[in-house]
């Protein structure tokens, strides 16, 4: 019995072990990321050394380690739309902000980004949303990625909608769109169709103006 | 909204013009944040140390008095500094939920003064986070229990107006409230002593009678025994019938342990009454004799300790099991081993396992009487390891039986575990509706504010020659509502524009998704071209049956349509946005739907009042205009009509 007893906690000192130092490689490999200066970011930028210091210590605080990896960004997303469920839609932005593509967003890419969204010409704001659009970034858009973007942002609105959102409503959604956009029926949207036709839709041009004064 | 969320609405807002490309209406007007201040450091003068934030952080929580103008009445003009005449230890807690979203309690506070402090400063103490919650909960709940014994003493001074039944229940489960009380407990106490007393001592042998062995005293003096006993036994019965009588339950007292031993303990005596004469049981009715001993256990009522004991062993079931079955496999084990040992010897007692089974116990315990000792080497080996062992496995489980004991000594009695389960749900349940405001306070405002708001959508160009105008309405708009909330509608709401469907809540939802369910019945009977009618539109096909769009065109009127007809509303305002957003929409429908509205203004519930077609027919067409169908057999018109009628209530 005690010959027994004696193998059991062995066995478990051992396990612990195991399981220990795992935490431990996880510790270490926490990643800490600093800024470029705050001169820097106001020449790459267009926001002032002000608005630029309350952008990080926002960033900051939700993000100690000063980069944004994807499923935090999809949890802070996600809470402004408690209705429905904004991870594709943040997936897709994600990507859209993490122009290096290296798997995180640092808070340079962060306030470029806004940078473009808030002070930028309307043509790099559309820029941006064609860039936003195009899953694959080969410089056009196809039916299959605008219905996938369409089905997030449907996504987001959740179940408890009225109208009762069908199936085919997103896809209908996308059959206007190209309707509008894609001028010479090829199927796919490039980014000229694309910034001509935003640019003679007064809708899409005034709801562009609609967040100037948002920082 | 939590903490950090706040910070980044901006980002989240500005990540709305992905949306604009894709949208078809109009977006709603930005909130203006006209009193927008540039961020500033606000001190916080509580009890002389002063504290700094920045006001964001406080504005991150709005319905707490720091988040919200309240603070306002605690400022300080000639200093320009906020003063609180509270506790500033406290204080760094709460500024510290402010700043990271998680609220602490720390331990060497007392529970009292920090839920004080909570609630001066407007914040539910759910929200603590669950590193410091469960130790909350633990030192609040202790405080309540004190504080409700208190009470009771207090309260036993009071309270004339008892009926005499309530007195007397109060006087059993506490002796010190009269002296009759007291006097009854002591002398029910008397009794069950000399009542145990009496049975020890009617064994003893006592003296010789003239011709016989050692007689014990019980047969000796028959009689005087039997008058002790009666003597106890009255009073016994006395005692439990007044309980009885006081109890304010009496199903509830009959099932209680205590009076079940109370029962146990006088039965025997009222059966050995009824059975004097029966020769033949009277061995049956010696051994209910034993039951008499139970009457010890009537001093369970007389001392706390006791009834802790025994509620300590009721809870440490678990151990306490584990400690038996483990000892009941060494049992086995040792036993089968120790019989095999030993069989070889001459003259062994180990006869069998089972007779093995008690020199295992004997040896485990340590006991070791001797009556059964192994002969061979074997079974000496084999003994020595057994008693060995046998230490170890008794040594392990009990002291987790003595920790518990004294944890339970030591905080009272713990609360039951369902009482906490209660306790948790009803806290989750606390957080959720704090949190799902947000949701619910954007619906909250669209149905009465928001309304106004997108009347300014309408004529968007006439708001931009006229910008004051609309500024000033959306002051209005903004009395109610945080810049931070009216931020986040107007980003649900650009959400809503560019998917043309609006959040409803569950209730609505689920009576729209019936009412399409029931829509979508009756489509597999004859009254198949019910549906087309129901449309409205001209369908010269046969629908499936969620009704495809002929063409792109028409798609919005036909979903507007087929939702106006079959979902239930119960504002009319919330039928109108739709209905004023007319950029691509089938002006007909929006009439019909506009005027129904306007009609109308009752609230139905109705599910049952939902005709099915077939039905319809006794009803009189109203005087509503239907939807343009020449085609419609006529009794889809009452239908129509009347399923737009109920949709515009």
């Given at each position: 019995m005690g010959a027994l007893m004696v193998i059991f906690s062995l066995q478990t000192k051992q396990r612990r072990k195991r399981t220990d130092s795992i935490e431990d490689e996880l510790e270490l490999s926490a990643v800490r990321h600093r800024p470029e200066a705050l001169e820097q970011l106001e020449a790459q930028t267009r926001f002032s050394r002000k608005e630029l210091q309350i952008l990080y210590r926002g960033f900051k605080n939700e993000c100690p380690s000063g980069v944004v990896n994807e499923d935090t960004f999809k949890e802070i997303y996600a809470q402004f739309f408690p209705q429905g469920d904004a991870s594709t839609y943040a997936h897709f932005l994600f990507n859209a902000f993490d122009t290096d593509h290296n798997g995180s967003v640092s808070f340079e890419d962060f306030v470029m980004g806004l940078s473009i969204l808030l002070r930028g010409s309307v043509q790099e704001k559309l820029n941006w949303a064609f860039n936003l659009y195009d899953i694959n970034k080969d410089g056009y858009i196809t039916k299959e990625e605008m219905l996938d973007i369409i089905k997030s942002i449907y996504d987001m609105m959740g179940k408890c909608t009225y109208p009762i959102l069908k199936e085919e409503t997103p896809r209908q959604h996308v059959e206007i769109f190209f309707q509008k956009m894609d001028k010479n029926r090829d199927g796919v949207v490039t980014i000229d169709e694309f910034i001509d036709c935003c640019q003679n839709d007064e809708n899409i041009m005034r709801s562009m103006q609609l967040f100037e004064n948002v920082i | 909204m939590a903490a950090g969320v706040a910070a980044w609405l901006p980002f989240a807002r500005a990540a709305a013009i992905g949306w604009m490309p894709v949208a078809n209406l109009p977006m709603p007007v930005a909130p203006s944040n006209k009193n927008k201040r540039q961020d500033e450091l606000i001190i916080l003068n509580v009890s002389g140390r002063r504290f700094q934030t920045w006001r964001n952080t406080l504005d991150?929580?709005?319905?707490?008095l720091l988040g919200s103008s309240e603070k306002e009445f605690f400022f300080n003009e000639e200093t320009r500094e906020y003063f609180f005449d509270r506790d500033p230890d406290v204080f760094r807690s709460i500024l510290n939920f402010y700043r990271t979203g998680k609220l602490h309690y720390p331990r060497y506070e007392c529970i009292s003064a920090y839920d004080e402090e909570l609630a001066f400063f407007g914040i539910?103490?759910?929200?603590?986070?669950d590193c410091c919650y469960e130790e909350y909960k633990d030192r609040k709940r202790e405080n309540t229990e004190r504080l409700m014994d208190d009470l009771e003493d207090n309260k036993d001074s009071k309270l004339p107006n008892m009926t005499f039944r309530e007195t007397m229940w109060r006087a059993f489960e506490n002796p010190h409230t009269s002296t009759m009380a007291l006097v009854f407990y002591y002398v029910t106490g008397f009794f069950i002593a000399l009542s145990v007393i009496t049975n020890v001592v009617e064994t003893v042998p006592c003296g010789y009678m003239p011709n016989q062995r050692d007689v014990p005293c019980g047969e000796r003096y028959t009689e005087a025994f039997f008058c002790m006993d009666t003597a106890c036994v009255m009073i016994f019965t006395v005692e439990y019938l007044m309980r009885l009588f006081a109890a304010p339950s009496r199903y509830r007292f009959m099932r209680s342990v205590m009076s079940i031993i109370d029962v146990v303990a006088i039965l025997p005596y009222y059966i050995g009454l009824v059975m004097t004469n029966n020769e033949d049981v009277s061995g049956a009715f010696v051994t209910l004799r034993v039951f008499r001993v139970f009457r010890i256990f009537k001093f369970s009522r007389h001392s706390q300790g006791l009834r802790i004991l025994g509620y300590t062993l009721k809870s440490c079931a678990s151990e306490l099991g584990f400690l038996l079955f483990s000892l009941t496999m060494a049992i086995i084990i040792f036993a089968t081993v120790m019989f095999y040992a030993e069989k070889g010897s001459s003259s062994s007692k180990f006869t069998s396992i089972p007779a093995s089974f008690w020199y295992t116990i004997v040896t485990m315990t340590t006991l070791g009487y001797g009556d059964m000792v192994p002969k061979t080497i074997a079974g000496k080996i084999f003994g020595s390891i057994c008693s060995l062992s046998g230490v170890l496995v008794i040594a392990l489980p009990v002291p987790v039986i003595v920790s518990n004991f004294s944890r339970i000594y030591h905080q009272n009695q713990r609360a039951d575990k369902r009482k906490a389960q209660k306790v948790q749900k009803a806290r989750l349940a606390r957080m959720r509706i704090s949190k799902s405001g947000s949701s619910t306070a954007f619906l909250h405002s669209k149905r009465n504010g928001l309304n106004q708001s997108l009347e300014l959508t309408l004529p968007y160009y006439k708001m931009k020659l006229s910008p004051q105008g609309s500024l000033e309405e959306d002051q209005q708009l903004k009395k109610t509502t945080s810049l931070l909330e009216s931020q986040h509608h107007h980003l649900l709401h650009c959400l809503e524009k560019t998917t043309n469907h609006e959040f409803v809540d569950e209730r609505l939802y689920e009576q729209g998704y019936l009412q399409t369910a029931l829509q979508n019945f009756?489509?597999?009977?004859?009254?198949?071209s019910s549906e087309e009618g129901i449309t409205g539109t001209c369908c010269s096909r046969r629908p499936k049956k969620n009704i495809q769009p002929l063409n792109a065109t028409h798609t919005h009127s036909h979903t507007h349509n087929l939702q106006e007809l079959s979902a239930l509303h119960i504002q009319c305002g919330e039928q109108q946005p739709l209905n004023t957003s007319r950029s691509s929409l089938n002006l007909m429908s929006d009439e019909s739907g506009s005027l129904n509205c306007k009609s109308s203004g009752l609230v139905t519930t109705a599910i049952i009042s939902i005709p099915t077609p077939p039905s319809n027919n006794s009803r009189a067409s109203p005087d509503a205009p239907s939807p343009p169908n020449p085609e419609a057999p006529p009794l889809l018109n009452p239908s129509s009509t009347d399923v737009v009628k109920i949709s515009a209530l």
């Open positions: - | 991150r929580y709005p319905d707490t539910i103490p759910e929200i603590i986070s009756p489509s597999q009977s004859p009254s198949l």
